[in-house]
């Protein structure tokens, strides 16, 4: 008697083989996902990644000195001109309204930018009203000159709440800011910062430490982008002149590959006022 051959039962193996089957697959495409995302946001870090350098820095300082500087100095015939016009505003608005305005210009420099612009050269034109002793309403425009790419531009208005503790200058700032660039892009931005300094007794560069929100109000809501430290000092050489300096830390959100940077920022301020 002949035996039979017994048919493959392809049902269990089939059971068996496609579980097993599956999950190899599922763990080598997570496998391959995960080290693909790593090297991406290992090249976009690289791509923007940038260190602070000695020399690049020195060059740009000298910039400041000996281009900027010598290219816009003053004259009397200026200094004229600025006394006739606040004696022109103060006959306007009266000695009170103008006791209390300020108005300022700033030149400064920064290694880099991690929320609106690269390395920078920027020009702050700025006024202030002093609605009470504690509290400040003002705005602000800036032009960013960028050596590595598009120049910028913006507005801002600005409120201010500050008081002092003791020896601690404790203040509160809100500022609206408007960039200037296409539809899609971090136009509409709501800045909330706060700011915290110590002064020392008979020493110039007395410490400040800020830390500031950024929000940007687009198509979608409102998105909070990034954080930035700031810890500084400013040091006033003369009547209205006043030389800042400080190491910024920028960190930013909801974007791929967030930048974490390290920036030395310097300015130079004038009170028009008080020239």
Known sequence: MSSEKRPIRWTPILLVIIPVWLILSAAFGIWFFLGHEKKE???EQARFSQEISRDLLADDLKKIVTVIGERNTSSTTAAANLTRTA???EGLLGKEVVKRLRTSTEIGYRSADSFFAGRQ????LGATYKITDKLTAGGEYRYAYRTGDENRQRLGGMVQYKTEVDRFELAYRFTYQHNFRDRGDVREVLRN????GYNIPKWKLDPQFSVEFFTWAGLQGLSYFGTRYKLGSEWNIADGHALGFGIVHDRERMVFAPEYRF??????GINLRKT
């Open 121 to 124: 050269f920027y020009l702050d």
């Open 41 to 43: 946001a290992e090249k």
């Open 87 to 89: 004696s022109m505003l």
């Open 193 to 196: 910062k706060f700011i915290a």
């Open 263 to 268: 920036i030395f920022a310097v300015d130079y």
